[in-house]
Every structure is written in C-alpha cells, then in structure tokens.
C-alpha cells in the first residue's frame, strides 16, 4: 500500500538526512522503524507526509504518487500524522482539537462523533478543556485521537511513548492495536520502546545513516538482544 | 463637555475605520507571516473605487458595495501573483510588497492624476446628540464599521472556518497534516483582509482628500497598532487601534496634528519598551 522508492531528503539548507530509503507497508500491516537517535526516522515521516520535499525518489499510496505533494493532499489520500512532540493546539479545547481532524476531509461531517471518546474514555471528561492544560499522556492520546477521527487507512506514529508514563503507554498500545485490528489501518510506529514495538506491530526495520539495513519480525527482538545491541545502543 | 463629546466620537470614528485596515494586516501577519506594505494601498484603491463609479454616474451606494467585492477580487490575484511565491521568505515579502505598493500607487497616478478628488458626502446633514451637532455620515461610518469588525470576530472565534484560520495561524504544517487545506485559507484571508481594507476606503472616501499617497496615512498607524496591541488575538488589534487612535485624536484636538504624530510615536515606543511582544503578546506556538 505504502511504497518508498529510493527516497533522499533532508534539512532546507541541503544537508541530508535521508540517503535512500527503500521500504512497504501492506495493507492492515503494522511496521516499527527503530534506530538510534539522528538516523532519519523522524525525517522519514516527514517526507512521507510532504513536511519536507524529497530530493529524489518517490513515495506511492495505493499507487498514486504523493511525492511533492502539499500535507492537506497527502492526509486527503488516508495518511494521518502523530508527529513526536504531539503538537496539539494548546489554547484550544479538546473537542476543537478533534474537529480539525475532520473539518479538512471531503465527504466527512464536520461533527465529532462519540466512538472516538468511546476509544478515548479520559477526553470525554476533558472535552470542554484546554488541550495545553492536560497531562502528557492525555495530550498523546488527543494527538491520536485527532489522527484516527477520520479513519485514515496508514497511521505515521512519531515516539508516542515520549514522556508517558508506562500505564499510560500501555493503554495507548491497547487502543492503537484495537483500531488497527478492527478499521484496517495500517501503522507505522517509530519507536525506541521496545514493549510498545512489540504490542503493536509484526515486523520491525532498522535505519542507519539514511538507509534500511536491516528488517526483523518484531515477535524475534525480545529474543535477539543482538539486532538491538547493534542498531540502538549508543 | 461637548468639546469632549466630539472629541470622543471622532476618536472612535477614526479607531473603527483604522481596524478595518488593521485587521487584515494583523489576520495576514499570522496565517502567513507576510507583512503586507502594499495594504494601505488597498485603502487606497478602495476609496478610488468610489471616485470611479461616481464618474460613471453610479450611486455613492453602489460603490460601497462593490469597492470591497473588487478588493476581494483584486487581493485574490495579488496572492495568486506575488505573494504566493515569497512568503516563505520573510524579507522577500516586505521587499516585493512594498514594489507593489509603489506599482500601484504609480498605476493610481497614472489612471487619476496626482491631485486629490472629491468624493461628496452622500449624508451632508448633522443630528443632535446630546446638546451638540454631529454629522450623520460620521455615525454611519462607524456603524459600517462596528458591523464589519463584529463579522471578522465572529467569523474568527465562533464558526469552524475561524478555527480553521487559527489553527493554521498557531502551526501551519500539523494544520496541513490534518488535512486543512492551507493553500484556500491563504487566499481567502489575503481576499477577505484586502476587502476589509477596501471596504474602510470606500467609507472614508468622503471624509478625507482622496489623493495617491492616502494610502500611507493609514499603513502607519496601523502598523503601530499591531506592534502595541500585539499579534497574539484580534483583542490585541482592537486595544492598539483604540491606543493609538485614541491618542492622536485626543492629542490633536488639544495642540496640533504635528504634536499629536509626536505623542503617538512615543507612546508606541514606551509600549514596545515594557512589552516587546505587544500588550497581549505574540502569536502563540511558533
């Protein structure tokens, strides 16, 4: 579905990042992109989501060609971005934050509907307040809440563990993996914690330099400590 | 007592015209980080809108209605043309619209001729408030006015086109990410503010010399509004613009035009001094 042909991108001023990055994800597949800080992970998602203009290669959604086009377009075609650091809007209330997952999509009301606070029991309560006054992990789950509102068919998943505590993590984990199961969507999760690569996708691709070097079913990285030893330690 | 009423009105007279101005301006600076030095001159041909349909036999009415529609259309191609290109560069944008605000100036000279032209006052009689005289078509302008600035708050914080707009004003690529298509709001906003501003010229048109450099006149002021009220919310708009048209009005009634230009300047770098962002602050999450 997701398809990544030799993409290379990088910062403005033309230093790169991204050297060329080959990779798929299936429909309803679920794939974790581990790597040591500074690798291109997070550029990665960026470019797939049109954030940053590649220099060179493409990237195809269900075989149309995304690369080059502008974010509105690229979230239009079934791609939604949990980007890392949340970036919520803080001085809006939480139901406004989820309204704009849906006041861009054609076809779709403008209207929040209630399975989204069935799947996110702790914004109902807070749908009145302002998304800057809740907790971190709150806010985490207001940014995937926002994302998922409008049923994309790939999810981007930017370090959603970042600063939640572990109960919280794992009750990100549990929903995430319950739309995903249940809607078709596919993920792919960029992550350094283990348990949630574990919980939530199937196979997992390491980056180095720009590059994939190498892939993995993730069921195997709670047994090999190798491939973690040589593409995460420090 | 009098004295201070008329004082009062004319203050609130000339604040109300000045945020219509200023209003686009600030909106603008916000969704697209673009300081517009060509918006004076969308005043500017908003108020010779009105000489032109007037020349041509139309009402004064008809031209209040259509000045802000041709603005509309006029702000659309401007952003289409020019500032699409440049925004992302910030310096660029001041440069190309300050060429554009002496292209147009030109192309007003040229079509008009450099002296003023008069526009009549479609109101010409005074009603009595309060034991003094005031002109009706002074009233009107500010009702024009107040209905105008009450839509653009409504529009921004109560409709889901406002939330829109603030999103993309508080993170333009999440905004985008979520689907919002921020190439639309560019336009519109450009559209709307450019016909805000077009709107104020047409209403001022037979108050003031209608004359090429009209347009300046009101740039400046507006620009020191939005620095001591702030890019953060429209309130801070409206507190500028009450500051420092209040100010200028009041000052120059007391001593003289020239005084009160002084007074105000200083009063905007005493506020800038003690608050760098504006009263109410910078935009937030940028």
């Not at chain 1, 679920?30 to 990237?59: D, E, I």
Request: aromatic letters at 6%; charged letters at 15%; proline letters at 4%.
């Amino acid at each position: 579905m997701l398809r990544i042909r030799g993409l290379v991108a990088g910062y403005e001023d033309g230093g790169r990042v991204l050297e060329s990055i080959d990779l798929q994800v299936a429909a309803g597949e679920s794939v974790a992109l581990m790597g040591r800080n500074g690798m291109g992970k997070t550029t990665l998602l960026r470019a797939v989501m049109g954030l940053l203009r590649p220099v060179a290669g493409g990237v195809t959604f269900d075989g149309s060609d995304l690369t080059g086009r502008p974010p509105f377009e690229i979230s239009n075609a079934g791609i939604a971005y949990v980007p890392q650091g949340r970036e919520i809007f803080k001085d809006f209330t939480v139901e406004e934050n989820l309204r704009l997952g849906l006041l861009g999509k054609t076809g779709m009301a403008a209207r929040v509907p209630d399975a989204i606070y069935g799947r996110f029991p702790i914004l109902a309560e807070r749908r009145a307040q302002r998304a800057g006054t809740l907790s971190g992990g709150e806010q985490q789950q207001l940014a995937i809440a926002r994302a998922v509102i409008s049923r994309p068919r790939l999810l981007l998943l930017d370090e959603p563990s970042e600063g939640v505590q572990p109960s919280i993590v794992e009750a990100i984990a549990a929903t995430v993996s319950a739309i995903s199961r249940e809607e078709g969507t596919s993920v792919l999760l960029v992550e350094q914690n283990l348990d949630l690569v574990l919980a939530l996708t199937t196979r997992c691709l390491f980056i180095e330099n720009g590059r994939v070097v190498a892939q993995s079913a993730s069921a195997r990285l709670a047994d090999d400590s190798g491939l973690l030893a040589r593409y995460l330690a420090v | 007592m009098a004295q201070a009423l008329l004082v009062a009105l004319d203050a609130s007279n000339f604040m109300l015209a000045l945020l219509l101005v200023t209003l686009g301006l600030v909106i603008l600076f916000g969704l697209m980080n673009v300081i517009n030095m060509a918006h004076g001159e969308m005043f500017l041909l908003g108020a010779y809108a009105v000489v032109l349909v007037q020349r041509y036999g139309g009402s004064f009415w008809l031209a209040l209605a259509l000045a802000p529609l041709a603005l509309g259309v006029i702000g659309l191609v401007i952003e289409e043309v020019v500032i699409r290109h440049v925004y992302h560069r910030f310096i660029d944008t001041i440069l190309a619209t300050w060429g554009l605000s002496i292209s147009l100036k030109q192309a007003v000279i040229i079509a008009f001729g450099p002296t003023a032209q008069q526009v009549h006052n479609p109101l010409p009689q005074t009603v009595e408030i309060l034991g003094t005289l005031y002109p009706v078509y002074r009233l009107f302008i500010m009702a024009v006015a107040v209905l105008a600035a009450a839509g653009t708050f409504l529009l921004f914080y109560q409709t889901s086109l406002g939330l829109v707009a603030r999103a993309v004003i508080a993170n333009r690529p999440m905004a985008g990410s979520l689907g919002l298509n921020t190439r639309r709001m560019d336009r519109m906003t450009f559209a709307f503010g450019a016909a805000l501003a077009g709107l104020a010229g047409a209403v001022m048109a037979p108050l003031m010399s209608v004359d090429p450099q009209m347009g300046v006149g009101f740039l400046i002021p507006a620009f020191l509004s939005i620095l001591v009220g702030g890019t953060g919310t429209l309130l801070g708009t409206l507190l500028g613009t009450t500051l420092i048209a209040g100010a200028g009005t009041v000052v120059s009634s007391i001593w003289s035009q020239i005084t009160a230009q002084i007074v105000v300047f200083a009063l905007a770098i005493v506020v800038i001094r003690l608050f760098p962002q504006g009263l109410t602050g910078g935009s937030q999450e940028r």
